[in-house]
């Protein structure tokens, strides 16, 4: 080696030396702090993991988030056939389901695209969290999440911003859900939770709207499709976007088939399936026949889930093409609004419910109070039936007369002279009616179609007066239906029901109702309102079925009515304004009537036998009386009728089921006294036409009364 070069290589030699040593004291540092990093890492990932299970178990899970939110309503006709779906009060569609009521091939899907291990993690899947937390600062923005179903399900009970925070709490939270409910329940709540689109809610409403079928019925391809919707619902909705929507699809199946949830063969089908969606909502709306504004209030309170009502689907068409038919015959005459009610005599049931109003009216015609017109007149007759007063074949005079200044007449401005009460109020002659009322008083009128479902009469006696038999009081279509089905059935009053069950041919003290009139004065009141020619003249097939039938308009052409009864429907008919404008066409016996009856005629297949009204019933006229007053000193004896028979629930305190007495003491002065007394015990007193109550026992006793005249009235009863 040339001795120029020693001094250079000496010199190398000790620069290389000198970086070796200083890269050996960085290595050093950069290890010290790297171990330090690592234990203070641990020490805060334990400090961490320890924190995050103390708080799992001592931070208290909110109850009121387990409470779930209220499903649509869904009304169904008594035979299950779909009638209308009313959102839940939130505005979604939404319908609660059981494991065993959603899809396998749905449940897999979910499972495949939203939580490949759902059943072994414990509410937070943690190699995924890393994962995701490498991913996510490799790229330093969220690209990618990690939330486990049972994760999902806390955000959808809670919602918050997607905050560290807020995550940290919902994997707590998901952690606690895993420990209070199995995986069936978590999955079974995330599907009934989770968006679909536009305000759907949940695996059966986005089955019913998008494939028209049961969430269980979903073949693997539309289970695959709907399971890739929750991750951006309106983005992927299939109806909107196809083409997105079979890209996510087509993803799912590729998941499903990578976890083994399906086989090859299976796949290559699915994935050969077209995107068939509906291009329309099925909520019911359209089916509702012209019971919608009906239903409506009927589930104001309801809390959703599927309501059986009573409406029958046949019936509720009949009557909506009748109302519509009626309604187009008269719209030329400025008339614009129809409410129809047809009920099963026998137990009160609701068959069918039509109100139709102008374009987009939601008004409810059947519940709306309308002036009654002479739609009361039957039960004015049957209480003076009832009460003795008078009978069918009373001779009442029909001619002008004048109560305090009122002057009233009849629709045709004539006078009849001397008829027969049957032919009185077949023809709706106003003075007989007026007449017979003042001898009932109107009191325990009131009294008598109040309990027969009249409630809208709530003002005074006083404030009717006399007018309460020609069109002073106000009642909805219902409770006109209500009070002539009471009329139909004998007496027995009961509230119209929606639910389609029987109810018992006995009176319930605590909800069937009571007998408010005997079936003798029902009878003949009936009778008196089916005559063969009356109604031939209006539907030949409506006297062949002896259907008792009556019109009413109101003051001013505002109203029409027709309400009809046979002992199996009664059907009630109100035509008018929903402004309550007046005009001339609105006449009852020419507008209503022939709706009404040609309706419950098309319900009765055959012919039905006579009202049951025996000639004992109708063969004890009573003296001719004019116009002012009808004497009968005598003491009737109105509640309870004898043979009357009560039912006793056990279910309801005893105190709550009273049996009503009622007594009246006629051509006396008013307040006369009555005493009251049970199998020869005295009970009380009370005034004549007042209502007295007596708490029952079981067995069969006598009820009488006794006025201060020393007249007597007696029942029997039996209680059960």
Known sequence: MPPWRAPILKTKVTVTKSAQSAVRSARQFICRWFVRACVAGMVLLGTGWLAFFILVRAWPY???????????????????????????????WRRTLKYEQISPHLRDAIIAVEDSHFYQHGGVDWPAVAAAACQDLRHLHIRRGASTIAMQVQHLRQPRPRTFLNKAAQAIRATQLERMHSRREILTEYLNRAPFGGNLVGAEAASQFYFHCACSQLSLAQ???????????NRLRPDRFPARARKRRDHVLDQMLTCGLIDRKQFDEAMREPISVATERRDGIGLANGALPTLVSFSQNSRGGIIAISLDSGIQQTALHNAQQGL??????????????????????????????????????????????????????????????CTPDTILNDAPSAWAGYAPSDYDKEFKGPISAA????????????CVLKEICVEPAIEIMQAAGLRSLGRQPARYGLSLAIGGAEATPMEIAEAYATLARGGIARHVKFSPTNSTPYILLSSEGRRILRESACWQTMTALSEFDRTAAVCREGANRHVAWKTGTSSGHRDAWCAAATRSYTVVVWLGNETGSGSSSLVGAEAAAPIALRLISSFESSVNRPWPVSAAMASNPMPTVGSDQLKLPRLTLMLPSNGQIYLLDDAVPLDHQRVAMKAVSRGETPGRRIWWFVDGAAIGAGESGKTNWWTPTRGSHEIRAVDESGRSASATIDVR
């Open 423 to 434: 032919h009185a109020l077949a023809e709706s002659r106003n003075i007989p009616a007026l």
């Open 62 to 92: 909110p109850m009121e988030l387990e409470q779930p939110p209220p499903d649509s309503t869904l009304i169904e006709y008594r035979d299950g056939t779909p009638l209308l779906e009313l959102t839940a009060p939130d505005g979604q």
């Open 328 to 389: 187009n015959e008269l719209s030329s005459n400025g008339i614009d609004s129809i409410a129809v009610i047809v009920l099963d005599t026998a137990n009160a049931q609701c068959l069918a419910a039509v109100s139709l109003g102008p374009k987009g009216s939601k008004i409810d015609l059947t519940r709306r109070p309308r002036s009654t017109g002479s739609t009361l007149k039957p039960l004015i007759y049957a209480a003076a039936f009832d009460a003795g007063i």
């Open 223 to 233: 289970a695959a499709l709907l399971a890739g919707l929750p991750q951006s619902p």
